[in-house]
């Protein structure tokens, strides 16, 4: 290590000092930035060899400065020397040796029955074609010969059909009114976020919408991961002053919040604020469970 490097102090190091500092231990990191236990332990020993290539070290080596509050740009700026270089060429050269292969396996002569194969969807679609024009013409002979005698019965049954119209229309302006009332009851229905019990972790959304829209805002950089009903829905790290618009699936039932910074965050849902932190704990990684009713 040149002894410019010393004078600034080991990467791995100033890592290190700055996840202690920020209060995470490694379990946390791997947790936020999903980089795996071994990897975060090889970057602070500065064991890169230890890691899957070149490109890696410094992709992790910048998520893991971006999660402790330091600039992961400027830091492989700053390192650049002590930090493996990343190869472009041996990427191409990959794609230049699957690129021969592909095209020759296109330019493989056709069977017979690979020709078949190849005209099969054409056939079934002109033979489907073929059936719908033969229903249409058949319906439109039989509604040719059911003129006649539906013409003869038209005068008698124009009264009962105004008749039945003018039902049919006061049953449908009942109808509206009724769901229009049921709509305006539904609408004066007050949403509420309120704790389990004791719970500083488990939450409740009552009368949500549908589709619940929910935002979030950092003042500081924090990673933060939003899963519904046991799928991921979105994941990612906000900047200073950064904020993050979602809308949670149709009829979602359960949403788990991942905060790797719960200080520096705050949540609204349908424009109401979650206070998901009601006991002012400093614990700066939380998780959070929502129930919607």
Same mark, same amino acid.
């Given at each position: ?9 080991? +990467?791995? /190091? ?20 999903? +980089? ?8 602070? #020993?500065?064991?890169?060899? !230890? $890691?899957?290539?070149?490109? %890696? ?6 998520? %893991?400065?971006?999660?402790?509050? $330091? ?12 930090? @493996?270089?990343?190869?472009? !060429?041996?990427?191409? &050269? ?12 296109? !330019? ?41 005698? /539906? ?44 704790? #389990?019990?004791?719970? #500083? ?33 979105? &994941? ?12 949670? @699936? ?44």
């Amino acid at each position: 290590m040149s002894e410019n490097s010393e004078e600034k102090g080991a +990467i791995g /190091a100033r890592l290190k000092a700055a996840r202690i500092a920020k209060g995470l231990t490694i379990d946390d990191l791997q947790q936020i930035t999903k +980089i795996q236990k071994r990897y975060l332990i090889a970057i602070e #020993d500065e064991k890169f060899d !230890e $890691l899957p290539g070149d490109f %890696y070290v410094r992709a992790f080596v910048k998520q %893991y400065a971006d999660t402790v509050d $330091l600039d992961g740009n400027a830091l492989l700026e700053e390192y650049h020397d002590e930090l @493996p270089e990343t190869h472009a !060429e041996a990427y191409v &050269q990959n794609v230049d040796d699957v690129q021969p292969t592909r095209s020759a396996s296109r !330019e493989q002569p056709t069977t017979a029955a690979g020709k078949v194969r190849n005209y099969l969807p054409t056939i079934i679609v002109t033979a489907i074609v073929v059936i719908i024009l033969l229903f249409i013409w058949l319906m439109a002979v039989r509604t040719h010969t059911n003129s006649s005698s /539906a013409t003869a019965t038209s005068s008698t049954s124009v009264e009962v059909s105004s008749s039945k119209q003018s039902s049919s229309s006061a049953r449908s302006k009942a109808s509206s009114k009724k769901a229009a009332s049921t709509s305006a009851k539904k609408g004066t229905k007050k949403q509420t976020i309120k704790a #389990d019990g004791d719970s #500083d972790t488990a939450y409740t959304l009552t009368n949500g919408t549908d589709k619940n829209k929910v935002v979030i805002k950092s003042t500081k950089a924090a990673w933060t991961s939003v899963t519904t009903d046991g799928s991921q829905t979105w &994941q990612g790290t906000l900047t200073a002053n950064g904020s993050h618009e979602l809308t949670l @699936p149709s009829n979602a039932a359960t949403v788990k919040f991942q905060f790797g910074n719960a200080t520096a965050t705050s949540v609204t849902i349908n424009g109401k604020t979650f206070n998901f932190n009601p006991k002012n704990s400093t614990s700066q990684v939380r998780t959070i469970t929502l129930t919607i009713k």
